[in-house]
């Protein structure tokens, strides 16, 4: 870093950070400030708010739940294979991270649309998912599941291997081994992953948008609720944004305090190898 | 008996064993890299030879040529890892019950608590196994590795993560407690003083050979090699002045060994350069190299006198009498 020695650097170099905190810091400061307390918990008792806040955390939930049951051994398979083409691979099941959320929306309308490479089959077994809950369901797993699956990954990698061995040595069988030892070892960095990907679930719009709609109790989550309510007026829609921030400030300190036990936990040597949330995708953790 | 004859190809080298352990322990030395771990691993299966067997107590363990090969869970052994592997989610006392999910609660509770009287654990038991010293660690894997009562013992370096204040009492309660088993047992090392203390027997290995195997004093008395000689510290040479002798390997201790600055014209005598010196109380060992590697004690007192520094030619001889042959 260079050194500011004159007082007009330091002066230009102060006037540069406060410009780009008060830039990054504003805008969520306003959602909070912009209405009273009192207003905004009336606000986010009107239906429209209560049903949207219901959709959203039981789609959410779904959303999570499929992604850890899929995700953990797809994240274990990664962490402990080896083959041709493996970063190949892995870039791959990242990529929907940077895919921009209205292209997911029109990629998984394309393969479960109705008139997609697995709708009419989909239909015919009275399946069909386009414009349901489920749509919903699988948009914010499609989004989120890279997330989960990328802090799985990290949090089996970072256990020691000897353990893994010793445990071996000791009678335990791979899948006896995998449960009394590589899960419990993995646990911080699975449940980070998890509130990770629950964060960008919930503030999932693109996607949801294109491939579920916006239909009030079918598919309109929060994220769609303040799209629709700032039509009608602002208030409603500042009072369910508030609500999503805090949200997601609640699952940052959860996902941060998670990190720390884990790089506690995981023991004296090979400590620089736990889990390192900074290297994950977080920044983009809603959309 | 703990049975083992395989090959298996290492980058730079082939491992190549033959060994056949009794209840007793071997200690197994050589440099790292030498292909220490990779045997242990054969054994242990977590690595698979590329030909050959292992057998233990009459069972086959792994046997390429008739596909055998008995994944390491049903292995019966013990593995001691260099970094000892305990659990850091389980407490010292659950992990030494760890290998027993197979018997009942209360066998189990006492089986531990037989296991962890005999290594001396009692006042640590309910701890947390991130917060025991190297020495406790030590005790503690050795504690699970024996309570699920394995037929062989192997041990990785079981001193080198511990630091220098407590490891000679450590490798002292080691050796008192692989006295008290009775089964095969393998200790790796790269450190012959270790090997000497903790083995009954010592192989030396070499770039994934067993070059010699025999008592401490068998491989002090007459080294296979250069490499064993240098771990033991004896001299081994071969006898270049012309007569009956030329030709042929010798072996003497440093301390029948002179040292001169000009030649003296005795029988067995080598022209060196000065490497090292060491000094070892009353005496400096000075290591030198002509040939072969020299290792010769002089008086400290001599030394100070004759002025030799690190890279003096000077001459090396030996009395015949002092002179040891195959």
Known sequence: MPRFESALGRIALGAIVALALAFLFLPLIAVFIAIPPAKAF?????????????????????????????????????????????????????????????????????????????????????????????AVVIAQAFVAGPFFVVAARQAFDAIDSDLVAVSRTLGASPLRTFIAVELPLAAGGILAGAALSWARALGEFGATMLFAGNLPGVTQTLPLAIYTALDSGLDVAVAMAALLLFSAFALLLLIRLLDWRMGRDTGAHRREETLDIARLPISQASS | ??????????????????????????????????????????????????????????????????????????????????????????????????????????TRAARVDRAIAFLGLERIARVRSTELSGGERQRVALARALVTEPKALLLDEPLAALDVESRARIRLELRDVLGRLAIPTIVVTHDYDDARLLGDRIAAMHRGRIVQTGSADELA???????????????????????????????????SATLSLVPTGARFEWRVEIVDIRPLGASVRVVARGGATMRV????????RAGYAIGDVVFASVQEHAVRTK
């Open chain 1, 42 to 134: 009336a606000d986010l008792s009107s239906p429209v708010a209560v049903t949207a806040l219901g959709l959203s955390l039981r789609t959410t939930f779904e959303a999570v739940g499929v992604t850890i049951l899929f995700g953990t051994p797809l994240a274990y398979w990664l962490a402990r294979s080896r083959f041709r083409g493996k970063r190949l691979l892995e870039a791959a099941v990242q990529m929907p991270i940077v895919v921009p959320p209205a292209v997911a929306g029109v990629g998984l309308l394309l393969v479960f649309g109705r008139r997609g490479m697995l709708g009419p089959t989909l239909e015919s077994l009275h399946l069909g998912v386009a414009f349901t809950t489920a």
């Open chain 2, 221 to 255: 008395r007459f080294p296979a090699d250069e490499f064993v000689a240098a771990l033991t510290g004896t001299n081994l040479a071969t006898v270049s002045a012309d007569g009956v002798d030329s030709g042929r390997t010798i072996a003497f201790d440093p301390w």
């Open chain 2, 297 to 304: 004690d002089v008086g400290a007192r001599d030394a100070r």
């Open chain 2, 1 to 106: 008996m703990l049975d083992c004859r395989f090959r298996k190809r290492l980058p730079e080298f082939e491992l190549d064993v033959g060994l056949g352990i009794r209840a007793q322990t071997l200690a197994l030395v050589g440099r790292s890299g030498a292909g220490k771990s990779t045997l242990l691993n054969v054994i242990a299966g977590l690595t698979k030879p590329d030909s050959g067997s292992v057998s233990l107590a009459g069972a086959t363990l792994v046997d390429v040529e008739s596909r055998i090969d008995t994944p390491p869970e049903n292995r019966k052994l013990g593995y001691l890892f260099q970094h000892y592997a305990l659990f850091p989610h389980l407490s010292v006392h659950d992990n030494i019950g760890y290998g027993l999910f197979r018997v009942d609660a209360a």
